[in-house]
């Protein structure tokens, strides 16, 4: 007897209209645009671009399947992947990644860790977090002296590790 949740068919918030704007999700929807959008779009969930669409946005989500056209930088915290009619014209920052034969990226891709179980800083975040100036923590993370690893040309900063360099810091450990 196959249990109710594998029966039932997964849902979308399906768009098909021409929208322009910025949308964002605070809780997971599977949303799926089949139309036009221009914008930016930050998603939780399964976000689908269907194979007519044509979105011109800056993307940020877990799990993006394309289908059609982006123009634009897209970023997965669990997966990207472009189907054999999808193209991106933007780079891709995801720790999972699948093109399908005929698919397109024209553009940089980085294949990062997962940042869905830790919560993640770029180099401005933690600039504002520490009160200080992003060059500063430049050249802090270059001499390793703030624990950061370097994605291409970015620099990454795990929450919980700067929290706790802060306290060796104040503690005079460091």
Do not use: H
């Not at 029966?7 to 929807?29: C, H, K, W, Y």
């Not at 891709?109 to 060059?135: H, I, N, T, W």
């Not at 500063?136 to 900063?157: C, Y």
């Amino acid at each position: 007897m196959r249990r109710r949740e594998e029966v039932q068919e997964e849902r979308f918030l399906d768009i098909t209209a021409n929208m322009e704007g910025n949308l964002s999700f605070n809780d997971p929807v599977n949303l799926r645009i089949s139309g036009r959008f221009e914008g930016t779009l930050d998603t939780k969930g399964k976000l689908v671009i269907g194979e007519k669409a044509e979105v011109k946005a800056e993307i940020e989500g877990e799990e993006i399947i394309v289908g059609g056209k982006i123009e634009g930088d897209v970023k997965a915290s669990k997966k990207i992947e472009i189907l054999s009619t999808g193209q991106i014209k933007g780079d891709v920052q995801t720790p999972v990644f699948c093109i399908r034969e005929g698919g397109i990226l024209q553009g940089r891709c980085q294949m990062l860790f997962d940042f869905s179980e830790k919560e993640m800083m770029g180099l401005r975040e933690v600039a504002e977090y520490l009160e200080l100036d992003p060059k500063v923590v430049e050249k802090w993370a270059e001499s390793k002296r703030i624990p950061g690893v370097k994605k291409g040309s970015e620099w990454v900063f795990e929450k919980e590790e700067i929290d706790k360099w802060v306290s060796r810091e104040r503690a005079g450990e460091i």
